[in-house]
């Protein structure tokens, strides 16, 4: 049976390659001080970002547009269950 990756049976190719005998420590990070980490970073969040599918204008007015509807009405959901707690609390004790 064959999957996605390759076969069940038998391992990846990449996994029969033969493993150097010097591996390096620390991979990239290795050599780099800190300011080359944090150039490293930036680089690879610039790179991430690039990636990102940003929404249409006509998108992001729908979705800000249900947002502010649905805090609208939880605001008003939570308003009149707070007022009814405060009637109860009323009637009980008051």
Same mark, same amino acid.
């Given at each position: 049976?064959?999957? $996605?990756?390759?076969?069940?049976?038998?391992?990846?190719?990449?996994?029969? $390659?033969?493993?150097?005998?010097?591996?390096?420590?620390?991979?990239?990070?290795?050599?780099?001080?800190?300011?080359?980490?944090? $150039?490293?970073?930036?680089?690879?969040?610039?790179?991430?970002?690039?990636?990102?599918?940003?929404?249409?204008?006509?998108?992001?007015?729908?979705?800000?547009?249900?947002?502010?509807?649905?805090?609208?009405?939880?605001?008003?959901?939570?308003?009149?269950?707070?007022?009814?707690?405060?009637? $109860?609390?009323?009637?009980?004790?008051?």
């Amino acid at each position: 049976m064959t999957d $996605a990756v390759g076969s069940i049976d038998m391992p990846d190719a990449e996994d029969e $390659a033969p493993q150097s005998k010097k591996s390096r420590k620390g991979g990239k990070r290795g050599k780099k001080g800190p300011l080359g980490r944090l $150039a490293l970073f930036y680089r690879q969040v610039i790179a991430e970002l690039r990636k990102v599918v940003w929404p249409t204008r006509n998108q992001l007015t729908t979705y800000t547009t249900v947002v502010i509807v649905f805090v609208v009405v939880m605001i008003g959901l939570v308003t009149v269950i707070d007022y009814g707690f405060q009637e $109860a609390v009323k009637y009980v004790f008051g």
